[in-house]
């Protein structure tokens, strides 16, 4: 089955605040929500410090690059639905609980009409 060509991923805080943006296919989940203004924990951007780590709570990912030979674990699957967003894409919509917090540079007013916000 061929995945969509974008995805929308929601990304959910331990406070429960939420917010929305699409992924376009064959690109990770890192990059395009730093393309949508949000600044996600992020290091070495290639599998490898677990910065990003993540709980994927719903839908699917793929990892979005070769592994690098120094990679040890399938960035998809590190077990118990944690996943590392520098190197995987969406193939379904998907709901994401980053363990690092996140912070939007873009004016949230100006957002709505690509993301939701929170519970309003
Ligand atoms: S940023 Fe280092 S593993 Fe994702």
Same mark, same amino acid.
């Given at each position: 089955m061929t995945p969509p060509e974008r995805c929308t991923v929601t990304l959910i805080s331990n406070t429960q605040e939420t917010t929305s943006f699409v992924c376009p296919s064959k690109i990770s989940i890192l990059r395009a929500a730093k393309n949508a203004g949000l600044e996600l924990?992020? *290091? #070495?951007?290639? *599998? +490898? #410090? =677990? %910065?990003c780590r993540s709980q994927l709570l719903e839908g699917t990912v793929v990892n979005s690059r070769s592994l690098s +030979? =120094?990679? %040890?674990?399938d960035p998809a699957d590190l077990g118990n639905g944690r996943i590392l967003l520098c190197s995987v894409t969406p193939t379904t919509d998907v709901i994401v609980a980053p363990e690092g917090p996140w912070e939007s540079s873009v004016d949230q007013s100006q957002a709505r009409d690509h993301t939701s916000t929170g519970s309003s």
């Open positions: 924990s992020a *290091g #070495c951007m290639q *599998g +490898r #410090c =677990y %910065t +030979r =120094y990679a %040890t674990v």
